[in-house]
Nanobody, 124 residues
Framework: QVQLAESGGGLVQAGGSLRLSCAAS????????MGWFRQAPGKEREFVAA????????NLPDSVKGRFTISRDNAKNTVYLQMNSLKPEDTAVYYC?????????????????WGQGTQVTVSS
């Protein structure tokens, strides 16, 4: 079993930055890809970012590319999401996820474990 604990969410003004952290426990963290999804009220869940098991490959959609960066520290069993130039449309609950495989994929079905989520609110 894997436990994922997100932190770092909060309220920020448009144009500001936040860094989300996700601490993993209960499994060999270094062996699997990790990622982030988000869901806003009334909207479908959306892929935000993924990183391969060794950190050498990342995958981000166009909606956040150039603004968000995903990274991982395998020594600390932690994955990060650095979010810059935030927009009101980035407002959502952000979920950390742990994959069944090695690659940074965007399909939610690839991810077996999900955190409880952390709220990010961007005011205009």
């Amino acid at each position: 079993q894997v436990q994922l604990a997100e932190s770092g969410g909060g309220l920020v003004q448009a144009g500001g930055s936040l860094r989300l952290s996700c601490a993993a426990s209960g499994r060999s963290f270094t062996t699997y890809a990790m990622g982030w999804f988000r869901q806003a009220p009334g909207k479908e869940r959306e892929f935000v970012a993924a990183i391969s098991w060794n950190g050498r490959s990342t995958n981000l959609p166009d909606s956040v590319k150039g603004r968000f960066t995903i990274s991982r520290d395998n020594a600390k069993n932690t994955v990060y999401l650095q979010m810059n130039s935030l927009k009101p449309e980035d407002t959502a609950v952000y979920y950390c996820v742990c994959s069944r495989g090695l690659s940074a994929r965007s399909d939610a079905a690839e991810y077996a474990y999900w955190g409880q989520g952390t709220q990010v609110t961007v005011s205009s």
